[in-house]
């Protein structure tokens, strides 16, 4: 039975990761519908392991009458290879869904994602308010010793008013990335705070052999599997078509009696369809054809995988590179370049200018390494679905009913 509508009071106030993409995986309207589709696909196989009924006639002439009944008897195996295609259109469906519950999955963890680094930032620019609200303090007072000028005071408050416009906008963005997660489950009030970190952890050494990532990705992709599904359906229902070229015999049974009772016989007869004109021929060939086809197809989603699994572990090698270089040569600059230009300008060997070009470099670099942050997850969450090793991909929606 499909999961309930959730409503915000239902829902956590701050979750992590795996925790939203459970969430997801049941409160989403499209992951939620997809069990009734399932099930739609269920009915179609008793439908297509039914028999068709019988057909009961009656007549009366002037001096009888006739009561009879007629069954068609699907003698060359009709209704097992109807029932096997409705079983493999049920297993094709099912791979496509879990195709697009991971796409939507993967959305949902890219705005999670997204959620999580404007978070940071806007605690980055927080922090930042606060360092320029303490260096605000010492320029008012080398004011008012003599040290320095109104205009240092001015310009501190320009750059005051400008850091406020950018924390109001983080803040709006923030804002804006929860509403996005509440979104995917339709609960437009929900307000979630994401817990978590956007740092890679250490990569195993097999990670980085293509050859050995591809034989892993290959039986676990949902989008391969769903194009070899549907090669295997084009291919019974070639079978099918065949089958249903041969004509299915129609056995009767008539009861005739006269009008006073004065005699009475039976009728037992045989008709069946002679297939001189319609052979079925259209109908097989576009078999042969989609069949055909869903080959192409899965051959070309082959190399598309191949090629994407290729181009992920580029880029997550190269984006935890740039990551690595900026937390050794840059992050750990950050804090000392504060210092030194507070330190600097106190000692009267710089100017306002220098000291609040130094606190917005260091902002900027901040906001610019979190950027990288982000850059570097989503790199390794593309090679996580390439290779079919997401969270909760073991458990899409159509697999854990």
Same mark, same amino acid.
């Given at each position: ?49 039914? +028999? ?302 220098? +000291? ?20 570097? +997850?989503?790199?390794? +969450? ?20």
């Amino acid at each position: 039975m499909a999961a309930t509508q959730a409503s915000a009071s239902q829902l956590p106030g701050s979750l992590a990761l795996a925790e939203y993409l459970s969430l997801v995986r049941t409160h989403h309207p499209t992951l939620r519908a997809m069990q009734l589709r399932q099930r739609m696909e269920q009915a179609d196989v008793k439908t297509a392991s039914t +028999w068709a009924n019988p057909s009961l006639h009656y007549s009366s002439k002037f001096d009888e009458r006739e009561l009879g009944i007629e069954q068609p008897l699907p003698i060359f195996g009709q209704i097992g290879m109807r029932t096997e295609a409705a079983r493999l259109a049920a297993a094709s469906g099912a791979a496509e869904r879990a195709a697009q519950a991971q796409e939507i999955l993967g959305q949902a963890a890219q705005r999670f994602a997204q959620l999580l680094v404007e978070q940071q930032k806007l605690a980055a620019r927080q922090q930042a308010m606060a360092h320029l609200e303490q260096a605000a303090k010492v320029v008012q007072g080398q004011i008012e010793l003599g040290a320095r000028s109104r205009y240092d005071g001015a310009r501190m408050e320009l750059q005051r008013a400008q850091f406020q416009v950018q924390l109001e906008q983080q803040q709006a963005q923030t804002q804006a990335a929860r509403a996005a997660l509440a979104e995917l489950l339709a609960v437009p009030s929900w307000s979630p705070q994401a817990v978590g970190s956007l740092l890679p952890a250490q990569a195993a050494a097999q990670e980085s052999n293509l050859e050995a990532l591809w034989l892993q990705a290959q039986p676990r992709l949902p989008a391969l599997q769903a194009a070899h599904a549907r090669v295997v359906q084009a291919e019974q229902f070639t079978r099918q078509q065949a089958r249903e070229a041969l004509p299915t015999p129609t056995v009767g049974v008539t009861r005739v009696r006269g009008r006073q009772d004065s005699y009475g016989y039976n009728q037992v007869g045989v008709s069946i369809e002679l297939p001189l004109f319609d052979r079925k021929q259209g109908a097989i060939e576009r078999a042969q054809l989609e069949y055909t086809q869903a080959l192409l197809e899965e051959d070309t989603a082959q190399q598309l995988a191949r090629q994407q699994l290729q181009q992920a572990l580029n880029q997550r090698d190269l984006l935890r590179r740039a990551l690595r270089n900026f937390e050794s040569r840059g992050l750990s600059q950050l804090a000392p370049l504060r210092q030194m230009a507070q330190d600097s300008y106190r000692l009267g060997q710089s100017s306002i200018l220098e +000291w609040l070009d130094a606190m917005e470099s260091v902002s900027t670099h901040e906001q610019e390494y979190l950027d990288l942050t982000l850059q570097a +997850w989503q790199a390794q +969450w593309a090679l996580d679905a390439a290779r079919g090793q997401l969270p909760l991909a073991d458990c899409l929606p159509a697999a854990c009913l």
